[in-house]
Each structure stands twice: as C-alpha cells, then as structure tokens.
C-alpha cells in the first residue's frame, strides 16, 4: 500500500518515525511529509500569501516550512508524483479525543487530505511522556493488515486513539463518539509589567467527561477508541424555530 505520512509534532518526532519504520517493515510504500520542526494545535491553519520551503531531508522524506495542513496540500498537490491509498496523521505525542480534534494539528492534517478526496486517518497516543509508540505503530499496522484502511472514505477522518499501555494489556477497540473535557489553569502568566503581559496558554492534564460510549470512556478503560469524523457543519434540526423566528418578525420577504 502507498502511503502518505504526515503529522504536526515535526518530521523528526518519534511517533511518524516508529509509524513509519514499523508500516515499512510490513511492506508499505512510505512518504513522509510533515513540519520541519513542532506545530501542534495548529487546528486547520493554512499558510496564506506566504513563502514557505520545503527541504528533501532523505529518500521520499521532505520537511516543510509551514502547517500540518500545508503539509497534506503540498504532499498531495505537488509532491507526490502518484497517487496513494492512504494518509494517516500520526503517532500524536498525546491523545486527540473530544474537542481536541478542534485545535489538533494531527486531526487537521488528516481532514485537509480527506477534504481533498483521499481517504485519511489520525492517530494519537493518549499520554503527553513516556509515550509507548511502538505499541501505538504495532496497532496501527495490524488494523491496516485487517482493512481499516477499506474503511475510511473521502470527506471523513477515521480518528483513532490509543491508551499508553503495553500491548498485552490493550483490550481491543471500540467504535466511539466524541467526548468531552474541560483544561484547568488554562492560561499562565509569565511576566505582567504596566504596558501588558506575558503569556502561554498550555493548561494541567485535562479533566474527561468518562461518558458511556466516548473516545474518552474506551481509552480510560483500556480500548483503542475509533470515531468516524465528519463535516457536517449546517445543524438542520434548528430549521423549524429559526425559520418560525423569521416569519413572525416578516423577515423572510422586506416590503420594498
């Protein structure tokens, strides 16, 4: 199978790295395209009016200068002399579950290639150190030895998300939806001084909503959580109040 790897921990971090060593080893055609150093969070960010680099770091290998999802349109749009039959976004240095897909970097590569018509996949580990990535790639190749891959289709992101365990202690994988957190002490201040301040925004360990049948519930119990992501943005069950809304008020047709 071709397939592209991209991420937004950086080309060099470990999780596209054993990601990428374990799917060769199995008999993938592996490219990698990924940032030329961390951009996490970085959402669906896209570098506008721009100039960005790309520098061949190794064989089929290409660091960019710019987001995850610039990533995935250079790889797709220039890059990639052919197509492949896959991209997957990953390993993430920490899990991607609830309204992390919003702000991940990870989620946002994966959904710009899906949105491009290739079928995509995100794949996370759910610890922030002393990640157990070869667990994590060993998961990853087996579900594509099993078809996952026959799974995923173009304008959706299948989202997976790993516990930090050995892989004798994994208890299989659950089909989830998305959960939800709350981050504590979300912002820090580093320096105040009378013209303004400094700040990070980083944030403890997040607090999960264990909810039944959450990303967040099967990786707490020792499942790989998989959620199929979508892109339906329009909520039409709101229709009916809103348009009830406009005819009381005479606003669907103004009197000239």
């Not at 190794?58 to 987001?67: F, I, L, P, R």
Request: aromatic letters at 6%; charged letters at 20%; hydrophobic letters at 40%.
């Amino acid at each position: 199978m071709k397939i592209l790897l991209v991420n937004d921990d950086g080309i060099l971090a470990p999780g596209i790295r054993t990601l990428a060593e374990e799917l060769k080893n199995a008999g993938h055609k592996i490219t990698i395209v990924a940032p030329d150093s961390e951009r996490s969070a970085a959402s669906h960010s896209l570098s506008i009016r721009k100039q960005l680099k790309v520098n061949i770091i190794a064989e089929n290998e290409y660091a960019v200068s710019g987001t995850p999802v610039d990533c995935s349109v250079i790889a797709l749009q220039k890059i990639l002399t052919e197509p492949v039959d896959l991209i997957i976004s990953g390993i993430n240095a920490g899990q991607n579950m609830g309204e992390d897909v919003l702000y991940s970097g990870t989620v946002g590569a994966a959904m710009e290639a899906a949105l491009l018509g290739n079928r995509a996949i995100a794949v996370s580990i759910n610890s922030y150190k002393n990640q157990r990535y070869a667990v994590a790639a060993y998961w990853m190749r087996r579900m594509l030895d099993l078809g996952i891959a026959n799974l995923a289709k173009p304008f959706e992101v299948l989202n997976i998300n790993i516990p930090n365990l050995p892989v004798e202690e994994i208890k299989g994988i659950r089909l989830t939806r998305t959960g939800h957190r709350k981050y504590y002490n979300f912002v820090k201040i580093i320096e105040e001084s009378e013209q303004g301040f400094v700040y990070e925004v980083g944030g403890d360990i997040p607090v999960w909503d264990i909810e039944n049948g959450t990303d967040a519930e099967a990786v707490n119990n020792g499942y790989i959580s998989l959620t199929p992501l979508g892109f339906k943005l329009t909520r039409d069950e709101e229709f009916p109040h809103i348009l009830n809304w406009l005819e009381e008020n005479n606003l669907l047709q103004l009197e000239s």
